[in-house]
């Protein structure tokens, strides 16, 4: 079982271009997107988080059971879901503004112990910014670490959230000797600072970059960095691309029976190009249609039955 922690939250997507273009509601959330790909993916999933009583969380809801995601670790509440104005570039690249003020994903607690089961639990985005909730996520991360559980991180910064860049900095710094896999963009890695050699130190096995279409680079504790292209695709937009990219790594890694440092240093040169091509693939996927939409096994081929790994 894998868990996923984190928000889920309903993105408002523009129809077109200006302030006053109409907005089509989309479920998203980074953390509720990468529940969904993996359920998709065909990995035994589990969604850890707080949601509406409202009719967005019953429709967010709806959208983890159909992907195959367990939701009774889920807590409800009666505040309102979540709210999040994207933006679209000419290159179909998303910004957001969020509307946050007493959500009931920021009411979240950390639960007395995780799914039976569980092998790995992933952490990201809002959550681990909006407090009260973010303690309670944090908590969560040092706890499952403690207990030996595999836990990934994909910190997807959105600045807009973030009152004190500095001691956000300094938080994610101390996140990470309860990390075992970082995962972060381009653009999270320059906002952030630091090296991926200076993170890997710090604790986690292996640091995965993404570059957009250019592809994505893992950089591993004994020196290693294994580099690979993009998969090429005509973009729609890339929301859910980066989410895509957390749960294709966590999928091929549960398959191959790696969801451990151990196993993580072992996998080699050819390992990685192979995890890293499933995650690239993935991900065209998603940017190839419009919304955060991630492809579920049979859409990926050869690579989707992971026959390669």
């Known amino acids: 079982m894998i868990v996923v922690a984190g928000e889920a939250l309903i993105d408002l ?43 967005f969380g019953e429709a967010l809801l709806d959208r983890l059971r159909d992907s195959g995601v367990d939701v009774s670790a ?13 933006t679209l570039d000419g290159n179909g690249s998303a910004a957001y ?18 799914p039976a089961g569980t092998r790995a639990v992933s952490f990201g985005t809002c959550s681990l910014v909006l407090e009260p909730g973010a303690s309670a996520y944090e908590e969560l991360l040092r706890t499952s670490a403690g207990q030996g559980v595999f836990t990934t991180l994909d ?15 300094a938080r994610f710094r101390s996140w990470l000797p309860s990390v075992s896999l970082l ?11 630091g ?35 993009g998969e090429k695709v005509d973009v729609v937009d890339t929301i859910g691309a980066g989410d895509t990219v957390n749960a294709a790594l966590l999928h091929a890694l549960s398959v191959q029976d790696a969801l451990s440092p151990a196993a993580v240093a072992d996998l080699g040169h050819d390992g990685w190009q192979r995890l890293l091509r499933f995650a690239a693939r993935a991900a ?12 579920y096994a049979a859409e990926l081929g050869e690579l989707g039955e992971l026959g390669e790994l």
């Open 195 to 229: 090296t991926p050699r200076e993170w890997l130190a710090a604790g986690p096995a292996a640091v995965v970059i993404t570059h957009g279409g250019d592809g994505l680079t893992a950089f591993t504790q004994d020196g290693s960095v294994y580099p690979v292209p």
């Open 155 to 169: 910190p997807n910064v959105r600045p807009g959230l973030i009152p004190d860049a500095d001691a956000y900095r």
């Open 13 to 55: 997507v523009p129809k077109g271009s200006g302030a006053l273009a109409a907005l089509r509601p989309a479920l998203g959330g980074g953390p509720f997107n990468t529940a969904v790909a993996l359920g998709r993916l065909g990995s035994p999933t589990a969604f850890c988080s707080r949601i509406s009583y409202d009719a």
């Open 284 to 295: 065209a996927v998603t940017c190839s249609r419009a919304g955060a939409e991630p492809p």
């Open 74 to 86: 889920v807590q409800r509440g009666p505040e309102p879901t979540t709210l999040a104005v994207a």
């Open 97 to 114: 503004s969020f509307y946050v003020e007493g959500t009931a994903d920021r009411l979240f607690t950390a639960p007395a112990g995780l």
């Open 183 to 193: 995962k972060l963009s381009e653009e999270d890695a320059l906002w952030l600072g």
